[in-house]
């Protein structure tokens, strides 16, 4: 294999190009929408487990954090962390934001939108990650 694809294999990534809606190459694992309804964030996680995984939001921002100690895999020993960053658009619900977690390792946090000229509270606040015991939806664009 070439050596771009031999490292990001190495280091667990993916080695295909994932393609998000938009057409853009996506080659983490993740995905922003957001549409009149809702703001989602998909986000590819399958090498942690729940209690690997925090997920908080503070002022606009919800933040997302993924760190497991080192462990065997087929090529050694790996330890892995990560850290995502992402501005809510201003009209998400904050107290009704979701998280769960799919039985294939596809993170998805969710915040509803409210209605224009109703305001929404801002704060810092943890989001527990749910467990679900079925594949994820998400889009695999």
Not at 7 to 24: A, D, F, I, Q, Y
Not at 26 to 40: A, Y
Not at 69 to 94: A, K, M, T
Request: with cysteine.
């Amino acid at each position: 294999p070439r050596p771009a694809k031999l490292l990001l294999s190495l280091l667990g990534c993916p080695t295909k190009v994932k393609r998000r809606g938009n057409g853009t190459p996506n080659v983490f694992g993740f995905q922003v929408r957001s549409d009149r309804d809702k703001f989602v964030i998909f986000l590819d996680v399958k090498h942690f487990s729940p209690e690997d995984l925090t997920v908080k939001v503070q002022e606009d921002f919800v933040e997302i954090h993924g760190k497991h100690n080192e462990r065997q895999d087929d090529h050694g020993y790996i330890s892995r962390e990560f850290h995502r960053r992402y501005r809510l658009p201003s009209n998400v619900d904050q107290s009704a934001l979701s998280c769960t977690l799919s039985a294939d390792g596809m993170l998805t946090f969710t915040g509803p939108k409210i209605q224009t000229g109703l305001e929404a509270t801002h704060g810092e606040r943890a989001i527990p990650v749910s467990r679900e015991e079925k594949p994820s939806s998400a889009p695999s664009s």
